[in-house]
C-alpha cells in the first residue's frame, strides 16, 4: 500500500509554529536573570533613614504617625521607634509572633527582606539622635 502525501507544504506546518511561537516571545525576557527580577536583599549597613523608613511609610504610617499613633506606637520618627524596636513588640508584630497583634493590620505580611531589614536594624540598636 502506498501512503500518498496531498500536500507537499504539510511538513512545513510544525517549522512555521515553531516560528510562530519564538515570534510570541517578548524581546526583553532575553535580559531578565535572577538578579534583576530577585535583588539581592542588602542587611548590611541597615539605617533608619535608609532603609526602615521608607518600609514604615509604605506600610504602616496611616496608622503610627505622629498625629495617628494607634496603640500608642509612633514608627514614623526614629526616636519613637526605638521604643518598639527595643522592647520587642517591633520584630514580633511583623513576624506575626502569636503573643501580638500581626501587622500591617488589614495588609499583607511584609516581605521577608523588608523583615530581615527590621531585624537586623533592632540588632544594631541605631542610637536616636
Ligand atoms: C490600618 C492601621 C494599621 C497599620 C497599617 C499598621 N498598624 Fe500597627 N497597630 C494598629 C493598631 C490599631 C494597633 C493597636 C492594637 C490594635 O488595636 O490592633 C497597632 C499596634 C501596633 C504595635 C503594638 C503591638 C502590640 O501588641 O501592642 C506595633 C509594634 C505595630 N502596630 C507595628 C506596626 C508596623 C511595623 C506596621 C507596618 C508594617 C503597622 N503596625 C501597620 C494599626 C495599624
Redesign the pocket.
Known amino acids: 500500500m502506498k501512503i500518498q502525501i496531498r500536500s507537499g507544504f504539510y511538513f512545513l506546518l510544525p517549522i512555521a509554529s515553531l516560528i510562530f511561537f519564538l515570534l510570541l516571545i517578548p524581546p526583553g525576557c532575553k535580559n531578565y536573570n535572577e538578579v534583576d527580577l530577585y535583588p539581592p536583599c542588602d542587611t548590611v549597613n541597615v539605617t533608619y533613614s535608609g532603609d526602615i523608613q521608607p518600609?514604615?511609610f509604605a506600610?504602616?504610617?496611616?496608622?503610627?504617625s505622629v498625629a495617628n499613633k494607634?496603640?500608642?506606637?509612633i514608627?514614623a520618627v526614629l526616636d519613637s521607634a526605638r521604643i518598639?524596636a527595643r522592647n520587642g513588640?517591633?520584630l514580633?508584630?511583623?513576624t506575626h509572633d502569636p503573643?501580638?497583634?500581626p501587622?500591617?493590620?488589614?495588609?499583607g505580611k511584609?516581605s521577608d527582606c523588608?523583615i530581615a531589614k527590621?531585624r537586623r536594624w533592632i540588632a544594631l540598636d541605631e542610637p536616636a539622635k
Open positions: 518600609i514604615i506600610n504602616c504610617l496611616p496608622c503610627h494607634f496603640g500608642g506606637v514608627l518598639p513588640l517591633l514580633k508584630a511583623v503573643g501580638v497583634i501587622m500591617p493590620k488589614g495588609g511584609l523588608d527590621i
